[in-house]
């Protein structure tokens, strides 16, 4: 079993940043993906980045693309989602994801272990 537990969201104003965090506990990472979704009101949960814990390769939505950046300490079994330049359209609940099977996807039925999600706000 994998836990995941996501903080770090909260209200900023168009232009911000914030960090998410997620912290995972259970079973080991060394071959995982880690990836962060996101869902806002009325829309299909997106894929926001992924990260190959095997080897540190990044991936990122066009959307965010040169404005988040997903990052980890494997000390603390954590991955980060650094979002600057936020927008209003950022706006969602952003959900960690783990995928056992280290299959780098943006799809999120690859996924079998999900946080609760953290809300962000970004105000215009």
């Known amino acids: 079993q994998v836990q995941l537990v996501e903080s770090g969201g909260g209200l900023v104003q168009a232009g911000g940043s914030l960090r998410l965090s997620c912290a995972a506990s259970g079973r080991t990472f060394s071959s995982y993906t880690m990836a962060w979704f996101r869902q806002a009101p009325g829309k299909e949960r997106e894929f926001v980045s992924a990260m190959s814990w095997r080897d540190g390769s990044t991936y990122y939505a066009d959307s965010v693309k040169g404005r988040f950046t997903i990052s980890r300490d494997n000390a603390k079994n954590t991955v980060y989602l650094q979002m600057n330049s936020l927008k209003p359209e950022d706006t969602a609940v952003y959900y960690c994801?783990?995928?056992?099977?280290?299959?780098?996807?943006?799809?999120?039925?690859?996924?079998?272990?999900w946080g609760q999600g953290t809300q962000v706000t970004v105000s215009s």
């Open positions: 994801a783990a995928d056992i099977y280290g299959r780098n996807s943006n799809t999120e039925r690859r996924y079998n272990y």
